[in-house]
């Protein structure tokens, strides 16, 4: 599976690229979360979910605002779903397995195969954007099944992620400070008091970072302080395992979105086990304390954390 982007990178492709991109973690989003019951009950079509239609349908779906720029990635993974046969939903989730399994620390996730390589086009307007406002990104992960607690859990994936887009100026700039490393920085690192934009200034979707070289998401900003949804995230700065356990449950229900998954068969023995992560405990990034923290679960205080000796460098990715 190989890729441009390598946050976490193991090996190499025959074409001599890292493999493991994060790219393809995200792509597993955008084609599951075209699936919209709401739709559906107004006659429409709703969307067919982890259907590969992003694939199938690359050059309507990839210019939808918030999958503009994947028709790299796509048109770069196709030849290989079409190599060895397989359905091009099937390979997108297959893909992304493999990608999140290339980060330390990260999940062995299930993987089933069998998806039908029938699709149709997805409606537009599916995709949340960083802009949204929380209500209506609530409303759109509930309308495809999903509670705020389980967006949180998905976020996880926002732990080994950089952005492009949203301020190409800072290309790469990661959500936490360990974009190598499936852990809980990003759940720490997001209710960090907001200081500074890496880029130059303010832009759509973009909130305040509390350090040097580290992009904030709006969504993320709003998501992770919201009352529905602040305990969740708290929950999860002591304790990856649980973020894990929780990841790898709301990733089994994403990745099958549209699907009847009596129909699939269980083939996530392909999918390699990752190695551990170097520490399983979170801290403050170097200079900051529990004073920097916007505390925003009521009623269970903020854990405590060590701050990291020495300066925490945001790699770009
Ligand atoms: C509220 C829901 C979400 C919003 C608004 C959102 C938004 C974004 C944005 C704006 C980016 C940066 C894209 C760019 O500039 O290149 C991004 C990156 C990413 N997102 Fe999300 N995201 C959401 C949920 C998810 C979920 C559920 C997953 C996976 C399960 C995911 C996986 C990723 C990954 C892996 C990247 C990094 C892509 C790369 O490195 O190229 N996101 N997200
Ligand atoms: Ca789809
Ligand atoms: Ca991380």
Redesign the pocket.
């Known amino acids: 599976v190989p890729s441009k ?1 390598a ?1 976490c990178s193991k090996g190499r492709s025959a074409s001599n690229e890292k493999v493991g991109s ?2 393809l ?2 792509l ?2 955008h084609d599951a979360i075209g699936f919209s019951p709401a739709l559906a009950r107004q006659g429409k079509f709703g969307g067919g979910g982890a259907d590969g239609s992003i694939m199938a349908f690359a050059q309507i779906e990839t210019n939808f605002k918030a999958s503009i ?1 994947m028709d790299e990635i796509v048109e770069e993974q196709r030849p290989f779903a079409l190599k060895h046969k397989v359905s091009f939903g099937d390979f997108i989730q297959f893909a992304g397995a493999v990608a999140v399994s290339n980060c330390a620390g990260g999940p062995r996730l299930q993987f089933l195969a069998g998806r039908s390589n029938h699709s149709q086009v997805s409606p537009p307007d599916l995709v ?3 802009e ?1 406002p929380v209500d209506k ?1 609530f409303a759109r992960m509930g309308d495809a099944g999903f509670s705020p607690n389980e ?1 949180v859990d ?2 996880a ?2 732990s ?7 301020d190409p100026g800072v290309h790469g700039s990661p959500f936490d400070s360990t974009p190598s490393v499936f852990d809980a920085q990003f759940y720490v690192e997001t209710l960090l008091n907001g200081t500074l934009f890496p880029g130059n200034g303010s832009h759509v ?1 973009e909130a305040k970072s509390p350090i040097p070289g580290e992009f904030r ?1 709006a ?1 993320d900003d709003l998501i992770a302080r919201d009352p529905r949804t602040a305990c969740e995230w708290q929950s999860f700065v002591t304790n990856q395992k649980l973020m894990v356990q929780r990841f790898t449950r709301a ?1 089994a229900k ?1 990745s099958t979105l549209g699907n009847n998954v009596h129909e699939l068969v269980d083939c996530s023995e392909v999918i390699p086990v990752p190695s551990k992560a170097a520490s399983n405990v979170a801290h403050f990034p170097d200079g900051k304390t529990i004073k920097d923290i916007e505390q925003s679960c009521k009623g269970t205080p903020f854990p405590v954390l060590k701050t990291q000796a020495g300066p925490t460098s945001v790699p770009v990715v």
Do not use: N
């Open positions: 982007r946050s994060m790219e973690s995200a597993t989003f720029g949340p954007l960083p949204d990104i967006l998905l976020l994936s926002h080994v992620a950089a952005q492009d887009k949203v979707g998401l969504s990733m994403m």
